[in-house]
Protein backbone atom coordinates (compact mmCIF):
# COMPACT_ATOMS: atom_id res chain seq x y z
CA UNK A 1 0.00 0.00 0.00
CA UNK A 2 1.90 3.41 -0.94
CA UNK A 3 -0.13 5.35 1.69
CA UNK A 4 1.69 8.40 -0.28
CA UNK A 5 -0.97 11.12 -2.14
CA UNK A 6 0.27 12.94 -5.46
CA UNK A 7 -0.65 16.67 -6.09
CA UNK A 8 -4.29 15.52 -7.09
CA UNK A 9 -6.96 15.59 -4.73
CA UNK A 10 -10.56 13.50 -4.64
CA UNK A 11 -13.29 16.04 -5.34
CA UNK A 12 -16.58 14.71 -3.97
CA UNK A 13 -19.56 15.55 -5.88
CA UNK A 14 -23.26 14.91 -4.38
CA UNK A 15 -25.41 14.25 -1.31
CA UNK A 16 -24.65 16.36 1.59
CA UNK A 17 -26.96 14.93 4.59
CA UNK A 18 -28.19 15.29 8.08
CA UNK A 19 -28.56 11.60 9.67
CA UNK A 20 -31.66 11.30 12.23
CA UNK A 21 -30.01 7.60 13.21
CA UNK A 22 -31.48 5.24 15.66
CA UNK A 23 -31.37 1.52 16.79
CA UNK A 24 -34.51 -0.57 16.76
CA UNK A 25 -35.30 -4.09 17.46
CA UNK A 26 -36.87 -4.59 13.97
CA UNK A 27 -38.27 -2.28 11.43
CA UNK A 28 -42.34 -1.21 12.38
CA UNK A 29 -45.63 -2.28 11.10
CA UNK A 30 -47.69 -0.47 9.37
CA UNK A 31 -49.58 2.07 11.79
CA UNK A 32 -47.16 0.28 14.58
CA UNK A 33 -44.94 2.78 17.13
CA UNK A 34 -42.00 1.19 18.56
CA UNK A 35 -39.07 2.45 21.09
CA UNK A 36 -35.92 2.78 19.67
CA UNK A 37 -32.22 3.60 21.52
CA UNK A 38 -28.99 5.39 20.79
CA UNK A 39 -30.05 8.43 19.12
CA UNK A 40 -27.76 9.82 16.72
CA UNK A 41 -27.84 13.88 14.72
CA UNK A 42 -24.98 13.66 12.80
CA UNK A 43 -23.39 14.51 9.24
CA UNK A 44 -23.94 12.47 6.64
CA UNK A 45 -24.90 12.30 2.66
CA UNK A 46 -22.84 10.36 0.24
CA UNK A 47 -20.83 12.73 -0.89
CA UNK A 48 -20.23 14.06 2.55
CA UNK A 49 -18.89 10.95 3.66
CA UNK A 50 -16.71 10.40 0.60
CA UNK A 51 -14.73 14.12 1.36
CA UNK A 52 -14.37 13.21 5.01
CA UNK A 53 -13.05 9.44 5.01
CA UNK A 54 -10.41 10.75 2.21
CA UNK A 55 -9.33 13.34 4.88
CA UNK A 56 -9.07 10.76 7.43
CA UNK A 57 -6.57 8.51 5.22
CA UNK A 58 -4.83 11.43 4.43
CA UNK A 59 -5.60 12.63 1.20
CA UNK A 60 -7.01 16.54 -0.04
CA UNK A 61 -10.84 16.56 -0.84
CA UNK A 62 -12.90 19.18 -2.38
CA UNK A 63 -16.63 19.04 -1.62
CA UNK A 64 -18.86 19.87 -4.35
CA UNK A 65 -22.92 20.12 -2.93
CA UNK A 66 -25.82 22.23 -1.73
CA UNK A 67 -26.87 22.56 1.43
CA UNK A 68 -29.76 24.97 3.22
CA UNK A 69 -29.83 28.02 4.54
CA UNK A 70 -31.34 26.40 7.81
CA UNK A 71 -29.85 25.26 11.23
CA UNK A 72 -29.22 21.48 9.89
CA UNK A 73 -26.49 22.96 7.42
CA UNK A 74 -24.21 23.51 10.44
CA UNK A 75 -24.59 19.93 11.85
CA UNK A 76 -24.03 18.26 8.14
CA UNK A 77 -20.31 20.35 7.68
CA UNK A 78 -18.97 20.99 10.86
CA UNK A 79 -17.49 17.85 10.76
CA UNK A 80 -16.27 18.49 7.29
CA UNK A 81 -14.64 21.85 8.26
CA UNK A 82 -12.90 20.04 11.31
CA UNK A 83 -11.55 17.44 9.07
CA UNK A 84 -10.37 19.90 6.86
CA UNK A 85 -12.21 19.33 3.84
CA UNK A 86 -12.11 21.81 1.12
CA UNK A 87 -15.79 23.59 1.06
CA UNK A 88 -15.20 26.38 -1.32
CA UNK A 89 -17.63 24.71 -3.59
CA UNK A 90 -20.36 24.02 -1.01
CA UNK A 91 -22.91 26.17 -1.53
CA UNK A 92 -26.25 27.31 0.82
CA UNK A 93 -29.38 27.61 -1.00
CA UNK A 94 -31.70 30.07 -0.20
CA UNK A 95 -35.07 29.34 1.59
CA UNK A 96 -34.37 25.35 1.19
CA UNK A 97 -33.43 23.04 3.68
CA UNK A 98 -30.58 20.52 4.08
CA UNK A 99 -30.74 16.95 3.05
CA UNK A 100 -31.79 14.97 5.76
CA UNK A 101 -31.85 10.98 5.74
CA UNK A 102 -34.42 9.21 8.50
CA UNK A 103 -32.27 5.97 10.12
CA UNK A 104 -33.53 2.75 11.55
CA UNK A 105 -31.10 0.12 12.40
CA UNK A 106 -31.39 -3.38 13.66
CA UNK A 107 -29.47 -5.35 15.23
CA UNK A 108 -28.12 -7.38 12.42
CA UNK A 109 -26.99 -3.87 11.25
CA UNK A 110 -29.05 -4.00 8.46
CA UNK A 111 -30.81 -0.40 7.88
CA UNK A 112 -33.37 1.12 6.39
CA UNK A 113 -33.21 4.86 5.16
CA UNK A 114 -35.81 7.41 4.30
CA UNK A 115 -34.19 10.02 2.47
CA UNK A 116 -35.69 13.55 1.35
CA UNK A 117 -32.96 15.31 -0.33
CA UNK A 118 -34.11 18.79 -0.01
CA UNK A 119 -31.05 21.29 -1.07
CA UNK A 120 -29.46 18.53 -2.92
CA UNK A 121 -31.85 18.60 -5.55
CA UNK A 122 -32.08 22.44 -5.68
CA UNK A 123 -29.43 23.39 -8.54
CA UNK A 124 -29.14 25.80 -10.97
CA UNK A 125 -28.66 25.78 -14.69
CA UNK A 126 -25.46 27.80 -14.18
CA UNK A 127 -24.30 25.32 -11.52
CA UNK A 128 -23.45 23.02 -13.84
CA UNK A 129 -20.60 25.10 -15.41
CA UNK A 130 -19.36 26.41 -11.61
CA UNK A 131 -19.48 22.61 -10.48
CA UNK A 132 -17.15 21.90 -14.74
CA UNK A 133 -15.22 24.58 -13.01
CA UNK A 134 -14.55 23.31 -9.65
CA UNK A 135 -13.64 19.79 -11.41
CA UNK A 136 -11.83 21.26 -14.05
CA UNK A 137 -9.51 23.00 -11.99
CA UNK A 138 -8.32 20.85 -9.60
CA UNK A 139 -4.91 19.69 -9.87
CA UNK A 140 -3.66 16.95 -12.93
CA UNK A 141 -4.34 13.30 -11.20
CA UNK A 142 -7.22 14.08 -9.44
CA UNK A 143 -9.87 11.76 -8.52
CA UNK A 144 -13.88 12.84 -9.06
CA UNK A 145 -16.00 10.59 -6.44
CA UNK A 146 -19.66 11.24 -7.69
CA UNK A 147 -23.23 9.88 -6.61
CA UNK A 148 -26.44 10.34 -8.48
CA UNK A 149 -28.67 12.25 -5.29
CA UNK A 150 -28.02 15.21 -7.33
CA UNK A 151 -29.61 16.20 -10.47
CA UNK A 152 -28.41 13.64 -13.34
CA UNK A 153 -26.81 17.12 -15.40
CA UNK A 154 -24.65 18.01 -12.89
CA UNK A 155 -23.32 14.79 -12.85
CA UNK A 156 -22.68 14.64 -16.31
CA UNK A 157 -20.78 17.76 -16.36
CA UNK A 158 -18.64 16.92 -13.86
CA UNK A 159 -17.90 14.17 -15.66
CA UNK A 160 -17.39 15.64 -18.71
CA UNK A 161 -14.82 18.46 -17.24
CA UNK A 162 -13.09 15.32 -15.27
CA UNK A 163 -12.91 13.16 -18.74
CA UNK A 164 -11.48 16.40 -20.33
CA UNK A 165 -8.94 17.39 -17.58
CA UNK A 166 -7.85 13.44 -17.28
CA UNK A 167 -8.91 12.80 -14.08
CA UNK A 168 -9.96 9.50 -13.45
CA UNK A 169 -13.85 9.11 -12.53
CA UNK A 170 -15.76 7.32 -10.30
CA UNK A 171 -19.18 6.80 -10.17
CA UNK A 172 -21.48 5.56 -7.25
CA UNK A 173 -24.69 4.54 -9.10
CA UNK A 174 -27.25 5.07 -6.23
CA UNK A 175 -30.16 5.59 -6.92
CA UNK A 176 -29.85 3.11 -10.23
CA UNK A 177 -32.49 4.70 -11.73
CA UNK A 178 -30.57 7.99 -12.29
CA UNK A 179 -27.46 6.50 -14.70
CA UNK A 180 -28.03 7.34 -17.99
CA UNK A 181 -26.58 4.54 -20.28
CA UNK A 182 -24.67 6.64 -22.66
CA UNK A 183 -22.76 7.48 -19.41
CA UNK A 184 -21.08 4.45 -18.73
CA UNK A 185 -17.97 4.83 -21.37
CA UNK A 186 -16.95 7.74 -19.27
CA UNK A 187 -16.92 6.20 -16.17
CA UNK A 188 -13.34 4.41 -15.21
CA UNK A 189 -15.16 2.36 -11.72
CA UNK A 190 -18.15 2.12 -11.01
CA UNK A 191 -19.37 0.78 -7.69
CA UNK A 192 -22.86 -0.79 -7.92
CA UNK A 193 -24.00 -2.87 -4.70
CA UNK A 194 -26.34 -6.04 -5.65
CA UNK A 195 -29.55 -4.24 -5.87
CA UNK A 196 -28.45 -1.21 -7.99
CA UNK A 197 -26.47 -3.75 -10.06
CA UNK A 198 -29.52 -5.69 -10.71
CA UNK A 199 -31.55 -2.47 -11.67
CA UNK A 200 -28.97 -2.13 -14.15
CA UNK A 201 -28.93 -5.35 -15.73
CA UNK A 202 -31.64 -7.57 -14.78
CA UNK A 203 -29.28 -9.84 -12.84
CA UNK A 204 -30.34 -10.55 -9.83
CA UNK A 205 -26.97 -11.06 -7.60
CA UNK A 206 -27.19 -13.61 -4.99
CA UNK A 207 -23.54 -15.07 -5.68
CA UNK A 208 -19.90 -14.37 -6.92
CA UNK A 209 -20.99 -15.62 -10.40
CA UNK A 210 -24.17 -13.14 -10.55
CA UNK A 211 -21.86 -10.33 -9.86
CA UNK A 212 -19.33 -11.20 -12.37
CA UNK A 213 -22.45 -11.79 -15.21
CA UNK A 214 -23.88 -8.59 -13.82
CA UNK A 215 -20.29 -6.78 -13.85
CA UNK A 216 -19.60 -8.15 -17.36
CA UNK A 217 -22.84 -6.49 -19.10
CA UNK A 218 -21.45 -3.13 -17.23
CA UNK A 219 -18.23 -3.35 -18.89
CA UNK A 220 -19.23 -4.28 -22.21
CA UNK A 221 -21.25 -1.35 -22.08
CA UNK A 222 -18.29 0.75 -21.76
CA UNK A 223 -17.52 0.93 -18.03
CA UNK A 224 -13.65 0.08 -17.63
CA UNK A 225 -13.60 -1.31 -14.35
CA UNK A 226 -17.26 -2.33 -12.32
CA UNK A 227 -16.77 -3.07 -8.77
CA UNK A 228 -19.78 -4.98 -7.47
CA UNK A 229 -20.18 -4.69 -4.00
CA UNK A 230 -21.91 -8.24 -2.29
CA UNK A 231 -24.22 -8.18 0.98
CA UNK A 232 -21.89 -10.02 2.74
CA UNK A 233 -19.39 -7.91 1.81
CA UNK A 234 -16.47 -8.20 -0.70
CA UNK A 235 -16.90 -7.38 -4.23
CA UNK A 236 -16.64 -8.37 -7.87
CA UNK A 237 -14.12 -7.33 -9.63
CA UNK A 238 -14.51 -7.35 -13.72
CA UNK A 239 -12.24 -5.31 -16.30
CA UNK A 240 -10.61 -6.06 -19.73
CA UNK A 241 -7.84 -7.88 -17.60
CA UNK A 242 -9.09 -9.03 -14.56
CA UNK A 243 -12.21 -10.96 -12.91
CA UNK A 244 -11.56 -11.48 -9.45
CA UNK A 245 -13.65 -12.08 -6.10
CA UNK A 246 -12.03 -9.77 -3.43
CA UNK A 247 -14.13 -10.99 -0.37
CA UNK A 248 -13.71 -9.12 3.13
CA UNK A 249 -12.77 -10.58 6.17
CA UNK A 250 -15.03 -11.61 9.26
CA UNK A 251 -15.85 -9.08 11.39
CA UNK A 252 -19.13 -8.71 13.64
CA UNK A 253 -21.34 -6.39 12.50
CA UNK A 254 -22.99 -3.58 13.85
CA UNK A 255 -24.22 -0.84 11.56
CA UNK A 256 -23.97 -1.07 7.36
CA UNK A 257 -25.01 2.81 7.72
CA UNK A 258 -22.54 4.67 5.02
CA UNK A 259 -20.11 1.38 4.16
CA UNK A 260 -20.69 2.03 0.35
CA UNK A 261 -19.67 5.44 0.74
CA UNK A 262 -16.30 4.25 2.44
CA UNK A 263 -16.16 1.92 -0.46
CA UNK A 264 -16.34 4.66 -3.04
CA UNK A 265 -14.02 6.91 -1.08
CA UNK A 266 -11.33 4.80 -0.26
CA UNK A 267 -11.66 3.51 -3.67
CA UNK A 268 -11.04 6.86 -4.70
CA UNK A 269 -7.99 7.51 -2.41
CA UNK A 270 -6.11 4.38 -3.26
CA UNK A 271 -6.45 5.60 -7.37
CA UNK A 272 -5.65 9.30 -6.21
CA UNK A 273 -2.09 7.26 -4.85
CA UNK A 274 -1.83 5.11 -7.81
CA UNK A 275 -2.88 1.60 -6.80
CA UNK A 276 -3.71 -0.90 -9.27
CA UNK A 277 -7.12 -1.44 -9.79
CA UNK A 278 -6.85 -4.64 -7.83
CA UNK A 279 -5.13 -2.72 -4.56
CA UNK A 280 -7.56 -0.05 -4.83
CA UNK A 281 -10.48 -2.88 -4.75
CA UNK A 282 -8.77 -4.30 -1.58
CA UNK A 283 -8.38 -1.32 0.02
CA UNK A 284 -12.10 -0.21 -0.85
CA UNK A 285 -13.63 -3.81 0.99
CA UNK A 286 -11.14 -3.12 3.95
CA UNK A 287 -12.78 0.34 4.63
CA UNK A 288 -16.47 -0.77 4.37
CA UNK A 289 -15.48 -3.52 6.14
CA UNK A 290 -14.17 -1.72 9.48
CA UNK A 291 -16.93 1.25 8.63
CA UNK A 292 -19.95 -1.46 9.73
CA UNK A 293 -18.34 -2.65 13.04
CA UNK A 294 -19.20 0.88 14.79
CA UNK A 295 -22.50 2.55 14.78
CA UNK A 296 -23.38 5.33 12.60
CA UNK A 297 -21.32 6.75 9.54
CA UNK A 298 -18.73 9.47 9.76
CA UNK A 299 -18.15 8.50 13.23
CA UNK A 300 -17.39 4.68 12.20
CA UNK A 301 -15.00 5.49 9.40
CA UNK A 302 -11.19 4.05 9.77
CA UNK A 303 -7.67 5.94 9.73
CA UNK A 304 -5.07 4.52 7.48
CA UNK A 305 -3.09 2.49 10.20
CA UNK A 306 -6.29 0.41 11.32
CA UNK A 307 -7.14 -0.11 7.19
CA UNK A 308 -3.26 -1.11 7.22
CA UNK A 309 -3.21 -3.51 10.12
CA UNK A 310 -6.67 -4.93 8.48
CA UNK A 311 -4.48 -5.41 5.25
CA UNK A 312 -1.56 -6.75 6.50
CA UNK A 313 -1.00 -10.77 5.08
Known sequence: MKGAVGPGQII???????????????????????????????????AANVAY????????ARLVGRVGDDSLRVVALRPLQAAGVDLTHTRS????????????????????????PNANMAWSDQDAEAVAVAVAEASPGSVLVADLEVPGS?????????????HTVVLDPS???????????AIDYLT???????????????SVEDAFRAGEILHARGVRVVLVKLREGGCALVSAARREYLPAPRVEVVDKTGAGDAFAGALGVALLEGQSEREAGRFAVAAATLAVTRYGS????????????????
Not at 28 to 33: F, I, K, L, Q, S
Not at 53 to 60: F, K, N, S
Not at 93 to 116: N, S, W, Y
Not at 175 to 185: G, R, S
Open 12 to 46: SLGSINVDFQVRAACWPNPGETLLGSEFLLIGGGK
Open 53 to 60: LARRLGAP
Open 93 to 116: VVGCCTGMALIVVRPDGEKAIILA
Open 154 to 166: IVRRAVEAARHAG
Open 175 to 185: PAEALAADLCP
Open 192 to 206: PNAGEAEELTGIAVR
Open 298 to 313: QPAYPGRAELEELLRP
